[in-house]
Every structure is written in structure tokens, then in C-alpha cells.
């Protein structure tokens, strides 16, 4: 019987910088395919430690069907955090999961689907994205709603280039710099650029608690109901399995429930 608990070492083969405080890791090990041939369902989640340091979840960023690596894209706010930084390429760390549910992506097949995110909440909408790029013909209109304080914030720039060719990006920020061409503001801003069916749409989102409380009251006239629209909670994991309760949330567990709920089932939950 395989120990829920027990994490395997990666190696860090790849580090790339995306903004001043934020860092791409591709993480390089034995990772096993579930029974859909995929290595985490899109929106779950890895906790991954530094001996020493602590452990914390990350949603991976990649391809759901790579198996020789998970990228994790790791904003620097505090102990382990300021650790990983510190990585070099080569050195050695460790990982278990993948926990909790993901998005339900059997569900949304043939419906259109909007996906907003803001800041550091983009990597399990990336992850996401290129599980649907990879069955694009299973998905109708697609779009991808993504805000940043700044140009520089904006993560995944290459991705992003690449993605504009399957599905629709619709970008903004708060504040502009000299080469910026594009819409200032919140995302909330943007939703009325979208043409999907409402009747048959789904909604993704991952970002602060008071963005995704906003987007539900635009989503929701549009006639996407609250059981359409899929919320990743960003909430302090601990255990992963549901038993430490660290990540209580009314009478669910973040870890095990979620972290992805329809959003009726987290209305008034925010962190």
C-alpha cells in the first residue's frame, strides 16, 4: 500500500525569472499517469518541501499529460518561499501528490468556457489551458480573462503568445508602462468583451477572494448559475489528506473537497 505521506525527490532542471519576485521551477522526476493518462487533473495541487525550510502546495503550471516534469511558478512572500529563490538548477527537492479535485473537465467538454485569473493565481489555469489545447476539439469558445498590477507582472508571456492561437486572451492591468497598448483596469472590466453561449458556458476562476466574489455578480446575469462556475481556493494547505484540519472551510476541507468548488458551494468562504 502506497504512504500518502511520503515524498519523492525531484530535480530542479530549469529556472526561469518572470517578474522581480516570481520564479518558474521545472521540477523533474518518476511521475505516474492516473487512470486518464494524465499526471495531476488540472487545479489540484503538490506540496513540495525543502529539508529544513517547510512545505507548502503549489498548483502545477504544465501540461497535465507531460510526465517527465511539473513546472511550479513560486512567488518570494516568505521562509520557504525566499528558499526556493534561492535554488539553483541541479539541486534536489522533494514533492508529494497530487491531492485534492481538480476542474472538471469532462463536464465542460463541448460548452464554451471563460477562465479569468489575476496576479499569481494563473499557474492552474495554465495547466488548464493546455489540457484543452490538447482536446481543443472537444471545447467550443474558449477564453482566458488575466489581470496584473503591472505589464511586468503578467506571467507565462511565452504561453500566453502561444495560446493566442487556439483559444481567446483577453489581458489588463492596473497600472500601464510606456509600451503598453492594451485595457487598464480590473478584470471585471473586460467580461462584456466575451461572446459565448450563457446557456451553455462554464466559468474558471482561481485569484483573490474579493475578484471571483466580484466576477460572480456579472457571471451569474449573464446566465452562468453558481453551479457553473468553478472556483480554486487559494487556502493554506497542510496535510493534503484531509486530517490535520488546517484548511477547514464550513464543513468542508480545502485539501480534500477542493481546492476547486462550484461556487455555491464556497459563496462567503473567502480567505
Known amino acids: 500500500m502506497d504512504n500518502i505521506y511520503q515524498p519523492f525527490k525531484v530535480k530542479v ?26 499526471v495531476f487533473n488540472p487545479g489540484q495541487f503538490v506540496l513540495t518541501s525543502i529539508f529544513g525550510y517547510g512545505e507548502a502546495p503549489f498548483g502545477p503550471a504544465s501540461s497535465p499529460y507531460q510526465d517527465k516534469y511539473i513546472d511550479l511558478v513560486i512567488r518570494k512572500t516568505g521562509t520557504l518561499t525566499k528558499q526556493f529563490h534561492q535554488l539553483k538548477e541541479g539541486d534536489q527537492i522533494f514533492i508529494r501528490g497530487p491531492y485534492g479535485n481538480g476542474f472538471d473537465m469532462d463536464f465542460m467538454k463541448n460548452k464554451d468556457v471563460v477562465m479569468i485569473t489575476g496576479g499569481c493565481g494563473i499557474p ?46 483577453l489581458l489588463t492591468v492596473d497600472k500601464a508602462d510606456k509600451d503598453w497598448k492594451g485595457p487598464i483596469g480590473f478584470v471585471t472590466e473586460l467580461v462584456d468583451d466575451i461572446k459565448i453561449d450563457p446557456k451553455n458556458a ?11 466574489d466580484a466576477l460572480e455578480k456579472i457571471l ?12 480554486n481556493m487559494e487556502r493554506k494547505m497542510q496535510c493534503g ?25 464556497i459563496d462567503k468562504n473567502w480567505d
Open 202 to 212: 462554464v466559468a474558471a476562476m482561481c485569484g483573490p477572494g474579493p475578484m471571483t
Open 13 to 38: 532542471s530549469k529556472i526561469e525569472k518572470h517578474s522581480k519576485d516570481v520564479k518558474l521551477f521545472r521540477l523533474e522526476g518518476n511521475f505516474k499517469k492516473n487512470e486518464k493518462g494524465l
Open 124 to 169: 492552474p489555469i495554465a495547466s488548464m489551458i493546455e489540457y484543452i489545447i490538447q482536446n481543443r476539439k472537444d471545447f467550443k469558445n474558449i477564453y482566458l480573462i488575466y489581470g496584473a498590477k503591472t505589464p511586468n507582472d503578467l506571467l507565462l508571456k511565452d504561453r500566453l503568445r502561444k495560446w493566442e492561437d487556439q483559444i481567446n486572451i
Open 241 to 265: 489528506v484531509g486530517k490535520c484540519q488546517h484548511c477547514t472551510c464550513g464543513d468542508d476541507y480545502v485539501c480534500q473537497d477542493g481546492p476547486v468548488f462550484c461556487f455555491d458551494q
Open 220 to 231: 451569474r446575469p449573464l446566465g452562468i448559475s453558481d453551479r457553473r462556475i468553478f472556483v
